[in-house]
């Protein structure tokens, strides 16, 4: 029973990781209508980005806040340089600008870091009074982490007159611009806190894997089951998703398949769900009359 247990916290700590960079896939999605799949290698580019501030002098918090704001910044760049253009192409184009986003920042990460693979420190200590024996600190903080950014994210769009502008740009972009909303800015703002949460979801993650040009390749994967699984169109949705996600995973990776097809389980996941229930556990099902 106890193993069990163990099992279950330590997949709510990795669930943490998957609901945050579910939350980012959501926001874009919302956003634009399409998955970026480059959101994991933007994570990736991210933590190298802190890992570097570090290595220059700087303090944890220092870099990690630091990232946050640069991450925020290039995404909101990269949605009006390269993204906003595309908003009437064919969804195909679309889908090629992503995957090629996503080798053009694997590549550029190996070509400037490196593909050695290197530590990265955890802001929590390893003797921190929050840590036990089912759950280490890092993963206890993780989790925390993850809470944190769902208060902070409903507080904003559900009590801020700019958080309410966003939702309403991204449900209804038409009616908004008659409004007077700016549509534009507010998909940019939205891509730029999408970047934002994808560092922060990086360099939880890099501790536990490492820091190297592949790290964020199964946690994509896994963040989009959590993502559909929960609703692809619902931000409250990706976070139950990404926990529920993590438990399956590792139990079912420790006592079903084991740990060598654990990524096979996500992939299962997100077919079943596509055949099933497409629209996922909270997301809203589309109607079309004709």
């Known amino acids: 029973m106890e193993t069990l247990i163990q099992q279950v916290t330590v997949g709510l700590a990795s669930g943490g990781i998957y ?6 896939l959501v926001m874009i999605y919302q956003a634009t209508h399409h998955v970026n799949f480059a959101q994991g290698e933007m994570a990736m580019f991210s933590t190298f980005l802190a890992w570097t501030l570090m290595q220059a002098g700087l303090g944890y ?6 990232t946050i704001v640069i991450s925020f910044i290039a995404s909101a760049a990269l949605e009006f340089a390269v993204i906003r253009p595309l908003h009437k192409a064919p969804e195909l184009s679309v889908v090629a ?3 090629g986003l996503l080798v053009i920042f694997h590549s550029v990460a190996g070509w400037v870091f490196g593909s050695e693979i290197r530590e ?10 929050f840590g036990g024996s089912l759950m280490s600190p890092h993963q206890v903080g993780t989790i925390f982490v993850a809470l944190c950014i769902v208060a902070a994210l409903f507080a904003f769009f559900q009590h ?6 966003m939702r309403a740009a991204a449900q209804n972009p038409g009616s ?22 994808g560092a922060v979801a990086g360099m939880m993650v890099a501790p536990v894997v490492f820091l190297d040009p592949g790290m964020m390749t199964g946690v994509l994967i896994y963040a989009f089951a959590g993502a559909l699984i929960g609703g692809i169109d619902s931000p409250l949705g990706a976070i139950v998703g990404g926990f529920l996600v993590g438990v399956l995973e590792n139990l079912l990776g420790t006592y079903v398949v084991g740990t060598d097809l654990k990524l096979t389980v996500a992939l299962v996941l997100i077919v079943g769900v596509l055949v099933v229930r497409p629209a996922g556990l909270l997301g809203r099902r589309t109607v079309q009359r004709v």
């Open 19 to 24: 609901a945050c960079l579910a939350l980012a």
């Open 61 to 66: 918090w220092a870099a990690f806040f630091a």
């Open 97 to 99: 600008v992503f995957i």
């Open 120 to 129: 990265f420190p955890s802001p929590f200590s390893k003797d921190a009074w």
């Open 160 to 165: 801020t007159t700019l958080g309410l502008t």
């Open 176 to 197: 908004s611009r008659l409004l007077g909303i700016r549509v534009g800015r507010m998909l940019m703002l939205g891509w730029g806190l999408a970047g934002a949460i």
